[in-house]
């Protein structure tokens, strides 16, 4: 047996218990249905209206017969941010992956552990997984083995040798161009030292490459994780059926990252909020003036045409009534409140005002369910972060005090949290930026739907 070391572990602030709240049921209960969309144009024929949805296998229908002994490759993401010493400054991500390899090592599986770190160009020493076998070991009480390579003869020896509830850490598969071209044979090649297969990484679900959507070939089972199923449970089963009313805020500085997001959230919200950057377009869009503010002068036609899709749809759209603005872009910047009407000539808007953080917090008050997806303004500057802090501290308190369904959908909305000290407070924190995004779009994610069906 691999040496064990005593360690308390400490969850993430979004992991309140060893298993997600949402599926210790779902543990118990080996008939687990994931749902996801599938592809938009799919939800879009559907002529019953609804969403179609497929399910997906979880790892807590896996029981000790099917485990122990076996080598289950295990795709996490690990990629965590390291200083120049090499020392994890946020182990979020590598807490965020323990529930499902404990789960394993206590069925008496050999856990082959495989992610990312960075976006290298070849090997590239700094991007190595080496600094986090200390933290590893020490979250999961056993000594993790680290091999230099993620593939060839000395990986296939160390995964041979592992003992059950044992852990062998792979390098970096990204030191493989093949990885993100999601070549068969590199494929062939991680799997080839494993018996089956789980997905835990959602950050990485949006990207068809080797170790998320290639392995899934020579690998089965292939199932999800609970990490994984965690936020497929609530980024899918709480959207595509929430408990009304439904409110979406959305932010960032641009529309066009947005649009797919506005478009798809149109048609499910009772209310969607708008701030951040994108609201200057839709503020020239109906002729005000907007000084110096970023605007995407090409997307004025579809900022009017999302306006009157909202009122079409009979949803509450929602757009500050008063901004905070600024003489220059900058922390130490002259600042004033205006009406979203009167920003001045050389002014540029970096902030929601206080009116429109009232309207916003009592349209939330109505809600039951929300999904956050955007800072209100430019939050990093302590002066202009008054409009993400408030709806921060709002949906904290829907959650605690009302029972409120509350999803931060990944991205700054989720550093904006954590910065206000939130995190433990809300229903669910999105650990995928991009996969965040594409899922609430509609769109497919390669990762999950390489699963086995349940």
């Known amino acids: 047996m691999p040496a064990t070391r005593r360690c308390e572990y400490s969850p ?14 779902s543990h118990r209960n080996p008939n687990l249905r994931l749902r996801l969309p599938l592809a938009a144009d799919s939800i879009r024929s559907d002529p019953r209206g609804g969403e179609a949805m497929a399910t997906k296998r979880s790892v807590g229908t896996l029981g000790e017969a099917d485990l122990r002994g076996k080598k289950v490759f295990v795709r996490a993401d690990l990629n965590v941010p390291l200083d120049d010493a090499q020392k994890i400054t946020d182990d979020t991500r590598i807490r965020a992956s323990v529930p499902t390899v404990k789960f394993l090592l206590e069925k008496g599986a050999k856990v082959i552990l495989a992610s990312h770190l960075g976006r290298p160009k070849g090997v590239t020493p700094k991007y ?13 009480g056993v000594d993790v083995v680290m091999a230099n390579d993620c593939i060839g003869e000395e990986v296939e020896k160390l995964a041979a040798a592992l003992p059950e509830g044992g852990v062998l850490l792979l390098e970096n598969v990204r030191f493989y161009k093949e ?40 690998l089965k089972p292939a199932v999800a994780g609970f990490l994984m199923q965690k936020e497929l449970d609530y980024l899918v089963g709480a959207v595509a059926n929430p408990k009304k009313p439904f409110a979406a805020i959305v932010g960032g500085s641009k529309v066009s990252t947005k649009i797919g997001v506005i478009e798809s959230l149109l048609a499910k919200v009772d209310v969607l909020i708008l701030g951040g ?7 020239k869009a109906q002729g ?23 009122k079409a749809k009979g949803v509450s759209l929602l757009l500050p009534t008063d901004v905070v603005v600024a003489d220059k872009f900058a922390a130490d910047a002259e600042s004033k409140t205006v009406a979203a009407s009167a920003i001045p000539d050389g002014w540029m808007g970096l902030d929601v005002g206080p009116d429109a953080i009232k309207t916003f917090s009592e349209a939330l008050d109505t809600c039951n369910t ?3 997806n955007g800072p209100m303004g430019v939050f990093e500057f302590e002066k202009f972060a008054a409009g993400t802090d408030a709806i921060a501290k709002k949906l904290a308190d829907l959650t605690t005090t009302k029972g409120a369904t509350t ?6 909305s989720v550093a904006a949290v954590e910065k206000a000290g939130l995190a433990d407070k ?26 086995d069906e349940a």
């Open 370 to 372: 929300i999904i956050w």
């Open 426 to 451: 809300m229903s669910h924190i999105s650990t995928g930026g991009g996969a965040s995004l594409e899922l609430l779009e509609g769109k497919t994610l390669p990762g999950v739907l390489a699963l």
């Open 277 to 283: 950057g994108m609201i200057f377009t839709f503020y």
């Open 288 to 310: 005000y003036a907007v000084g110096k503010s970023l605007v995407e002068e090409d997307k004025l036609e579809l900022a009017t045409s999302l306006i009157e899709k909202a």
């Open 128 to 140: 190595s997984l080496k600094p986090l076998v200390p933290r590893l070991s020490e979250l999961l």
């Open 179 to 218: 990885e993100e071209k999601n070549d068969p044979e590199f494929a062939k090649k991680l799997a080839s030292v494993a018996d089956l297969y789980v997905n835990d990484a959602f950050g990485t679900a949006h990207r068809a490459h080797a170790s998320t959507e290639g392995v899934t070939k020579f």
């Open 12 to 25: 993430p602030l979004f992991y309140k218990e060893y298993l997600p709240p949402s599926i210790a049921a």
């Open 407 to 412: 999803i931060i959908g990944g991205g700054d």
